[in-house]
Antibody
Framework: QVQLVESGGGVVQPGRSLRLSCAGT????????MHWVRQAPGKGLEWVAG????????YYADSVKGRFTVSRDNSKNTVYLQMNSLRDEDTAVYYC?????????????WGQGTLVTVSS | QSVLTQPPSASETPGQRVTISCSGS????????VYWFQQLPGTAPKLLIY???QRPSGVPDRFSGSKSGTSASLAIGGLRSEDEADYYC???????????FGGGTKLTVL
């Protein structure tokens, strides 16, 4: 069964850091690009970051550029989102989703999401 | 303010057809594929349409997508109560080097 499972969310104070993880099972993880997408409470979807299958290419939304870093460890079938200098507006449910993999559609596989709350 | 523009709401009665629009620009919809997602309350988004008009396996053919110029549309025919959800469009934006989403459309099945 193909599955993505996020972890690492929680409550953090503004200005602090948090690292999210997304573990994949049931898929050739090392051949998939990956995305992070977030959703603030009561708001729409916002793409946050993406990483190629081998980690050589990374892309970020302007809202997180310079503060967030996406990385991956294919030996652990896991992609990470390191979030530094967190702000109130980063409060959201963070989802990981599949990226490019041959001719397969992107965003076809989603995790259940992990909630990050930035609050003092 | 989202880069892609969707109407905030839409409504229609069961059995009817509804269309949701998504307007962008030459740097996103005008030059890249459009994706559509359905999100039921409290759940992760689900891919409905990719590459403008392709359905992943398991998505009923009641759902269809189209694109013309810098705009795209999602049509849902034979509406059912379970179609009541939020719908989002998305596309890669070459100028931003980022994926952009529409603000979402809340569909009500009356």
């Amino acid at each position: 069964q193909v599955q993505l499972v996020e972890s690492g969310g929680g409550v953090v104070q503004p200005g602090r850091s948090l690292r999210l993880s997304c573990a994949g099972t049931g898929l050739s993880f090392s051949s998939y690009g990956m995305h992070w997408v977030r959703q603030a409470p009561g708001k729409g979807l916002e793409w946050v970051a993406g990483i190629s299958y081998d980690g050589s290419n990374k892309y970020y939304a302007d809202s997180v550029k310079g503060r967030f870093t996406v990385s991956r460890d294919n030996s652990k079938n896991t992609v990470y989102l390191q979030m530094n200098s967190l702000r109130d507006e980063d409060t959201a449910v963070y989802y990981c989703a599949n990226g490019r993999h041959g001719s397969s559609p992107q965003f076809d596989i989603w995790g259940q999401g992990t909630l990050v709350t930035v609050s003092s | 303010q989202s880069v892609l523009t969707q109407p905030p709401s839409a409504s229609e009665t069961p059995g009817q057809r509804v269309t949701i629009s998504c307007s962008g620009s030459t740097s996103n919809i005008g030059s890249n594929s459009v994706y559509w997602f359905q999100q039921l309350p409290g759940t992760a988004p689900k891919l409905l349409i990719y590459t403008n008009n392709q359905r992943p396996s398991g998505v009923p053919d009641r759902f269809s997508g189209s694109k013309s110029g810098t705009s795209a549309s999602l049509a849902i025919g034979g509406l059912r109560s379970e179609d009541e959800a939020d719908y989002y469009c998305a596309a890669w934006d070459g100028s931003l080097s980022a994926w952009v989403f529409g603000g979402g459309t809340k569909l009500t099945v009356l």
